[in-house]
T-cell receptor, first 117, second 113 residues
Framework: DVKVTQSSRYLVKRTGEKVFLECVQDMDHENMFWYRQDPGLGLRLIYFSYDVKMKEKGDIPEGYSVSREKKERFSLILESASTNQTSMYLC????????????????FGPGTRLTVL | GQQVMQIPQYQHVQEGEDFTTYCNSSTTLSNIQWYKQRPGGHPVFLIQLVKSGEVKKQKRLTFQFGEAKKNSSLHITATQTTDVGTYFCAGRDYGGSQGNLIFGKGTKLSVKP
């Protein structure tokens, strides 16, 4: 069964702290994604990765960085957490699309609700 | 950049009524996917549409992809309380990055028993 896990369901941090959010998938997927979800704003893509050590900026990368040292693991880093980064963070993975008809379904983890005080 | 607009943002229905959510893209899509997120849960893939004018059904759910491949809809017949959640469409642009989907903001459905 497909599985994406995230290191914490709930996390409380203080302003200025460095925060690591970990995501692990067991499906041998090449693609991994980090989103944040806020009421009324839907899912917004922060960063994604096509392969180990590769990363691409999404729509809202400011204040975040990522690391992909192993295929199964994709980490999101908040270098200096701020209160406006309080949100639900969702990780997802997918296999590369083989063409317009292939299904590049994204499988999501359970999410980490981060509160920055 | 590419945008995917989804309406309505919220929909409240009485159990047994029908429900429809609409998705519109600013560009032609190679495919469109639909996801459901239950309250407190994470998005889960429902279906993918690829062909122009395609219609697919899953029990009481009917998914359509427009002829121009710029819009899509999800229709639920005779809603049940188990349908509660937020429904997202997500499109892949022909010119978009590999594997990158653009998500609509979602339609939150509540069903009154």
């Amino acid at each position: 069964d497909v599985k994406v896990t995230q290191s914490s369901r709930y996390l409380v941090k203080r302003t200025g702290e460095k925060v690591f959010l970990e995501c692990v998938q067991d499906m041998d997927h090449e693609n991994m994604f980090w989103y944040r979800q806020d009421p009324g704003l839907g899912l917004r893509l922060i960063y994604f990765s096509y392969d180990v050590k590769m990363k691409e900026k999404g729509d809202i990368p400011e204040g975040y960085s990522v690391s992909r040292e192993k295929k199964e693991r994709f980490s999101l880093i908040l270098e200096s957490a701020s209160t406006n980064q309080t949100s639900m963070y969702l990780c997802a993975s997918s296999s590369p699309s083989g063409g317009v008809s292939s299904t590049d379904t994204q499988y999501f983890g359970p999410g980490t609700r981060l509160t920055v005080l | 950049g590419q945008q995917v607009m989804q309406i309505p943002q919220y929909q409240h229905v009485q159990e047994g009524e029908d429900f429809t959510t609409y998705c519109n893209s600013s560009t032609t899509l190679s495919n469109i996917q639909w996801y459901k997120q239950r309250p407190g849960g994470h998005p889960v893939f429902l279906i993918q549409l690829v062909k122009s004018g395609e219609v697919k059904k899953q029990k009481r759910l009917t998914f359509q992809f427009g002829e121009a491949k710029k819009n899509s809809s999800l229709h639920i017949t005779a809603t049940q309380t188990t349908d509660v959640g937020t429904y997202f469409c997500a499109g892949r642009d022909y010119g978009g990055s590999q594997g990158n989907l653009i998500f609509g903001k979602g339609t939150k459905l509540s069903v009154k028993p």
